[in-house]
């Protein structure tokens, strides 16, 4: 079974910088999508960024040009997921989840209806 262990968040000024990571465990699946969410209270889970094993990659339109998704792997399985967020503002503060599923179409990154294996997630917090 896929597990899924969030790491990196923390209380930032705005304009600073974070970079989220996601351990890879128990991987068995033959390809893959691997994406970030985010979700405040009250809300539903947004769509962050995601990239799948073909190099297709996807972010959210407030995050374009300041999130990076990248991953580490080994012998094409992936290890690791990370996300550089640079200049953040104060309606980045959420809770921040990874996700994998063995393929999710690009239309659909950003649909966590798609993924099936999540994190715990990590609490990122922005404050002006």
């Known amino acids: 079974q896929v597990k899924l262990v969030e790491s990196g968040g923390d209380s930032v000024q705005v304009g600073g910088s974070l970079r989220l990571s996601c351990a890879v465990s128990g991987f068995t699946y033959r390809m893959y999508t691997l994406a970030w969410f985010r979700q405040v209270p009250g809300k539903e889970r947004e769509g962050v960024a995601a990239?799948?094993?073909?190099?297709?990659?996807?972010?959210?339109d407030s995050v374009k040009g300041r999130f990076t998704i990248s991953k580490d792997t080994d012998k094409n399985t992936p290890k690791n997921l990370h996300l550089q967020m640079n200049s953040l503002k104060p309606e980045d503060t959420a809770m921040y989840y990874c996700?994998?599923?063995?393929?999710?179409?690009?239309?659909?990154?950003?649909?966590?209806?798609?993924?099936?294996?999540w994190g715990q997630g990590t609490q990122v917090t922005v404050s002006s």
């Open positions: 996700a994998v599923f063995d393929y999710v179409y690009p239309s659909r990154m950003m649909v966590s209806g798609a993924y099936t294996d």
């Open positions: 990239l799948d094993v073909y190099g297709n990659t996807g972010y959210a």
